[in-house]
């Protein structure tokens, strides 16, 4: 671990708004290659291309020069990575251990914790998947030319990351975590039913139709959220790594689904697809509050047996959330 629990939740936001970075640079990126009219290559190969060329070499540089802990950084000396892994003590998920332990495997397998991130994750996933994928058509639905949509994908990359933003900056304000994923629920809610609803008719309804739109993207601070707290709740090497692959296998299995409710004879207001949309809000918020109900006793039960042990002794053990008596959950 590199950052106290707090700042964990920081940089996974940052690091998520970089989706809404992509939007704007890749609608930028489409437009200009979308000015190719001739030559050996179409405009879709030549973007596929550079995209390609500078994924690849980011990619070596990345596995060359940026470490995956603080014990393997070239640029510090060892007593600074004495220094570095003493700073997230606190933190109390334990340093990097590559011994499987089938107790803390079984363990991640029946908390409800577990399965509330991947239910989480299915429902910000799905939609997120269709509306990305569709998103220019989905515009290009409201009347908007192909120049324009291309143009208005990139607001919607502002859009994302404002909301990452604020979501982030709520909770350090507030410290909850769960209930700030809820309220940014609210505005998807909105957005939706009114693309269900509003009859594009003018100029009026489309603007408003594309801002509803827009709101609709409000649950990704759900996702973000989400992800950072699965790296703050859960302990035990072997036992966070069975939570992520279950959350990754239910991010993959929606991330192929999401596209697949947009249908074409559907089209242009897809009550389908939105309306799957709304059962996942739902289900989404349903779950935001049980899981905070569940965390929030797991603390409580705790708090009645054990005391708080300031000096955060068994920190570095490869012990489970459950297993350490001085870890405390973040709701």
């Known amino acids: 671990m590199w950052y106290k629990r707090d700042e964990q939740a920081a940089s996974v936001t940052y690091w998520y708004m970089m989706n809404g970075g992509q939007q704007i640079v890749g609608g930028l990126l489409a437009y200009c290659f979308s000015l190719i009219k001739s030559g050996p290559v179409s405009s879709w190969q030549a973007i596929f291309l550079a995209y390609g060329c500078i994924t690849v070499i980011w990619g070596l540089f990345v596995g060359q020069y940026m470490p995956d802990s603080p014990m393997r950084a070239k640029c510090y000396s060892e007593a600074d990575k004495r220094l570095l892994v003493e700073r997230v003590r606190e933190n109390q998920t334990s340093l990097q251990n590559k011994k499987f332990r089938y107790e803390q495997f079984y363990e991640a397998l029946l908390d409800p914790q577990t399965y509330g991130y991947c239910i989480i994750s299915i429902c910000t996933t799905l939609p997120t998947s269709g509306l990305g994928a569709f998103k220019s058509i989905i515009i290009e639905g409201f009347n908007f030319t192909a120049l324009q949509t291309q143009l208005l994908a990139m607001v919607l990359g502002f859009y994302i990351i404002m909301v990452l933003f604020t979501s982030l900056w709520l909770v350090r304000k507030t410290g909850q975590n769960l209930l700030i994923m809820g309220l940014f629920c609210i505005p998807s809610f909105v957005g939706t039913i009114i693309l269900m609803t509003v009859e ?13 739109y827009y709101i609709a993207l409000s649950f990704w601070s759900a996702q ?3 992800l950072s707290m699965i790296s703050r709740n859960v302990a ?18 929606a991330a192929a689904v999401g596209p697949q409710i947009f249908l074409s004879w559907d089209a242009p207001r897809y009550f389908i697809a939105f309306s799957t949309h709304l059962g996942c809000y739902t289900l989404l918020v349903v779950t935001i509050a049980l899981l905070r109900l569940h965390l929030k006793r797991q603390n409580a039960k705790k708090d009645a047996l054990y005391e708080h042990d300031e000096t955060f002794a068994n920190a570095f053990e490869d012990l489970t959330d459950r297993e350490n008596k001085n870890f405390r959950y973040i709701y």
């Open 200 to 212: 594009n008719k003018n100029n009026a309804t489309r603007i408003g139709l594309l801002i509803s």
């Open 224 to 226: 973000t959220l989400s």
């Open 236 to 253: 035990g090497q072997t036992k966070k790594a069975t939570v992520v692959t279950c959350n990754f296998i239910s991010w993959a299995a």
